[in-house]
């Protein structure tokens, strides 16, 4: 090759032309360094006759500056990445910079300077110092995240190294991982689980696509189940990459996966270290990295050999990312999957509509793990009708959950209160003028959050002091607080059972690692009586004792009803309700409701599965939704209001007219004001069998708009605001 065409990661040119020298030696997919005017820049070789671009004569091309000391990045990486952006109507090198996504690992392998407390320990301390020592233990990093770990300044560390209680030691920063062993704690499989794994294991031997969805209801072993297709990739050197749809559910894993398998697997999401997101990278293209668990951004790394591939809590709306690349990680996986021909597995207890669709037309095999492992039942449901069952004045629990509460609490057994709000109250309002506290850049109300004091926004983060007296009024102590939040359930709980311990599960209480860890050994030991908690606790805990489950509010998931409410509020519910008698001990689930006849709750309540999801079927056949239709949402956003509606009226000027496609707005989108940016939105139908993405590529492309002006195209969106 003495010519490359290069991928590279610029907002504007993304192709660019190169003279190859004589003595480089580069394949497609090298990463290479290139000249871009006085610059360099960061390439991916590629294919090409497959990458648009200009044909340069060779004698204007400027010379490759080196090969990057990192392996090549594979074909089905570079499929991968042409499927993704070309579906998702994304820019190409958008997606590949999910690929290259540590910058430090493309510099190669080498050693680096770490810092840890040295164990000396001196007579005095300045409190700042102290504060470090407290939180450094057992830790090890750079002195910058050591700073942020410690909450101090650099200087501060600094300080302390000259002192001698920090010491630095010298890592290689391509230092192996801990082998995980297929064969170190085999558990014994029920017959259901063990016809389940064998499946797994033929297909990961096989080494083709194979899609799978593992049906599997709460508590009946999935894990365990896709645990030892895990054992056979380990064994036949491949690798695998397991999906987890949050960062909180990783530390259960984690402990899980080690029991099994003697070592902790390899970790990759957002917030890992800049040194350890360096090292995982680099394993995971050598090869060495055996098993990935991580958020959905770890399905773009550069696997060497990636022989399985697993998505757990597959329904989660979470695998979709809202921003940026606009992609659904479940569906992705698939498609990853098949470019690497390799088996996928898609684990839900409340699969989505769409896979389970999938399933019925034979595209993905399902697999169905009926009962609950060790014979325990699932919990009985019943509703408490909140029109004829009304709590106290100004109390959100109705009598009889109380009462169940109650039971519990003298049994010495758990009970879990779940309601999907953070904070005390949704909405503050004057009782003088009418005033309510709204954020400033986005079109929502603030939140209370009692414990800190503050009002704050759950979408761009503003956040301020609850005030004394009414901003528009000026009358003193007249705010009120409308509406329950965890926090306020929480009061309620401590008013009425004074003797029972309380924990809340949020975001806001467990944002660390240790504190859910925390959590989970104070729940497992018996330590917690109540548990108040958001989605954060319905899925992927496992606690003996718990045998009550309360839904405070089923009929908030259904509000604002955007396509998948009822989905998502079946699956939300049905998850929380999982929680409750996975033990030896029965579990009771009750849920609060003013609406016992919609069809969520009363499936629930029924614990009749398949009426619901025929029922939502119709309801989308109906509508031309997923899985029959399909929809796509062009959301036009300026912190110039004009500018944005502008831009959205002309791309509805020139909308293109097609008997299957309806094209609906624009029209101001629904969260009109989102992070200080005014927001418009096109919203477009169409059949299953059309072709969305060309369209849309063929009617925005040769459009050009002021600077200010974002154009984002979401295909399949599962945000409608
Ligand atoms: P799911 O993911 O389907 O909700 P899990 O895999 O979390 O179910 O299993 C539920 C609980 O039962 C876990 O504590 C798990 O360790 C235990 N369990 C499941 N199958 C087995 C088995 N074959 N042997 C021992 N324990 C099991
Ligand atoms: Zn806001």
Redesign the pocket.
């Known amino acids: 090759m003495n010519r490359a065409r290069l991928l590279v990661f610029n907002a504007v040119l993304s192709v660019l032309d190169y003279r190859v020298p004589a003595d480089m030696e580069i394949e497609i997919g090298s990463v290479v360094l290139a000249p871009l005017g006085p610059r360099q820049i960061v390439g991916i070789v590629w294919e090409a006759d497959r990458l648009p671009g200009e044909q340069v004569a060779d004698s204007r091309l400027r010379p490759l500056i080196e090969v990057l000391p990192v392996p090549p990045l594979s074909a089905p990486l570079r499929r991968l990445i042409e499927w993704t952006a070309d579906y998702y109507c994304a820019p190409i090198q958008s997606v590949a910079r999910m690929a290259l996504s540590s910058s430090a690992a493309l510099k190669g392998g080498g050693t680096t300077s770490e810092y840890r407390l040295s164990g000396l320990e001196p007579e005095r301390l300045t409190p700042q110092r102290a504060v470090a020592m407290d939180a450094l233990q057992g830790e090890q990093a750079s002195i910058r995240e050591l700073a942020e770990i410690a909450g101090v300044s650099d200087g501060v560390l600094r300080g302390m190294l000259n002192a001698g209680i920090l010491e630095a030691v010298t890592v290689d920063l391509d230092r192996p991982y801990p082998r995980a062993r297929a064969q170190f704690a085999v558990?014994?499989?029920?017959v259901d689980?063990q016809a389940a794994a064998d499946i797994f294991v033929a297909a990961v031997n096989g080494g083709k696509f194979a899609p799978f969805l593992l049906d599997?209801?709460?508590?009946?072993?999935?894990?365990?189940?896709y645990f030892e297709a895990i054992a056979a990739a380990i064994e036949a050197d491949k690798q695998v990459l397991v999906l987890l749809p949050e960062i909180a559910l990783t530390e259960h894993f984690l402990r899980?996966f080690e029991t099994r398998f003697g070592v902790a697997p390899v970790l990759w999401h957002s917030s890992i270290k800049a040194s350890e997101r360096r090292r995982a990278w680099r394993a995971i293209a050598s090869g060495e990295a055996q098993v990935v668990v991580g958020a959905r951004s770890a399905l773009f790394l550069p696997y060497a050999r990636l022989g399985l591939l697993v998505v757990?809590e597959a329904h989660e709306v979470s695998f979709k990312q809202d921003d940026g690349v606009r992609y659904n990680a479940r569906d992705v996986a698939v498609i990853r999957a098949r470019f690497e021909a390799c088996p996928v597995i898609l684990?839900s207890?409340t699969p989505a509509l769409e896979s389970m669709q999938l399933a019925e037309a034979g595209v993905y095999r399902k697999i169905d793990?009926p009962a609950?492992?060790?014979g325990?039942t699932l919990p009985e449901i019943s509703i408490v009708n909140l029109c004829k069952e009304e709590p106290e004045r100004g109390r959100w629990l109705a009598p009889r959950l109380v009462a169940e509460m109650r039971e519990r609490l003298a049994r010495g057994e758990q009970s879990l209160l779940f309601l999907n709000r953070r904070g005390y109250a949704p909405l503050t309002l004057c009782r003088h003028c009418g005033y309510r506290f709204q954020c400033p850049n986005c079109s929502a109300w603030l939140v209370e959050h009692r414990f800190s004091q503050r009002l704050a926004c759950h979408h761009c983060g503003h956040d301020t002091p609850v005030p004394n007296a009414c901003p528009e009024c000026a009358t003193q102590d007249c705010l009120v607080a409308c509406g329950p939040g965890v926090e306020r359930i929480a009061d309620e709980v401590a008013e009425l059972m004074p003797e029972a311990r309380v924990a809340m599960a949020t975001s806001d209480t467990l944002n660390t690692p240790e504190r859910i860890a925390d959590f989970v050994a104070m729940a497992e030991e018996g330590l917690i009586d109540v548990i108040i908690g958001t989605q954060l606790v319905t899925k992927?805990y496992?606690f003996p004792e718990l045998t009550l489950v309360g839904v405070v509010d089923a009929d908030l998931g259904l509000e604002g009803g955007d396509l998948r409410a009822g989905e998502r509020s079946y699956q939300q519910i049905a998850q929380v309700a999982?929680r409750a008698g996975?033990g030896a001990k029965q579990g009771e689930v009750l849920i609060q409701t003013r609406h016992p006849d919609a069809p969520v709750i009363a499936a629930l309540a029924a614990g009749d599965r398949d009426a619901f999801y025929a029922a939502e079927a119709e309801a989308r056949r109906d509508a031309g939704a997923p899985p029959f239709g399909r929809w796509a949402a062009i959301i036009v956003s300026s912190e110039d209001e004009a500018e944005a509606r502008d831009a959205a009226r002309a791309i509805g000027g020139v909308r293109p007219r097609l008997p299957d496609i309806a094209i609906h707005g624009p029209a101001p989108a629904p969260m009109s004001l989102l992070r200080g940016r005014y927001r418009y939105r096109l919203l477009i139908n169409a059949r299953r069998s059309s072709e969305l993405q060309r369209v849309i590529r063929g009617w925005l492309d040769p459009l050009r708009f002021p600077q200010g002006v974002r154009v984002a195209v979401d295909i399949d969106p599962y945000s409608f605001v």
């Open positions: 558990p014994e499989l029920t689980q599997g209801v709460t508590g009946s072993g999935k894990t365990e189940c899980r757990d684990a207890a793990l609950r492992f060790g325990a992927g496992h999982g996975r």
